[in-house]
């Protein structure tokens, strides 16, 4: 009969290492995370100002179709097929950033579009703020 001898080793972490290693994980993402979040904010801020600017191109064209001279009282006139082409300015009006409709209104004859930002509100800081005509035309 041969002797068996009992192997004394480790199997799995001891509570420390793995503390250890959770502590070491929340370092790295506490230290990236609000790099990664501002810049997914500062895209969808982004694409709002630049779906103004589609907005805004397809208002002027609209303009000069059809010898109306004159801008669209709603954003959804842009989807009607146009008298000349017979094709709609837009396929669609699409949600902003944060899935809320555009606001459209004409101030003195010419359009005004307003994203109320992440809120959904008026007013309001950083990813709350709103994205308007005015604040897309300054940043050009």
């Not at 000349?84 to 003195?108: A, Q």
């Not at 307003?114 to 709350?128: K, Q």
């Amino acid at each position: 009969m041969k002797n068996k001898t009992l192997k004394l080793g480790r199997n799995g972490f001891t509570l420390i290492e793995i503390m250890v290693v959770v502590l070491i994980i929340g370092l790295v993402v506490s230290m990236v995370g609000p790099n990664i979040w501002n810049a997914l904010f500062s895209s969808q801020m982004k694409i709002a100002g630049q779906q103004i600017q589609s907005f805004h191109m397809a208002c002027d064209n609209y303009k000069l179709s059809g010898g109306t001279n004159r801008y669209p009282e709603s954003l959804e006139d842009l989807t009607e097929p146009s008298a000349e082409t017979g094709e709609p300015f837009l396929r669609l009006i699409p949600l902003d950033p944060w899935k809320n409709e555009y606001e459209y209104e004409l101030v003195e004859g010419k359009p005004f579009i307003t994203c109320l930002g992440a809120d959904g509100e008026p007013g309001g800081e950083n990813e709350n703020a709103d994205i308007t005509t005015e604040t897309v035309a300054s940043k050009r």
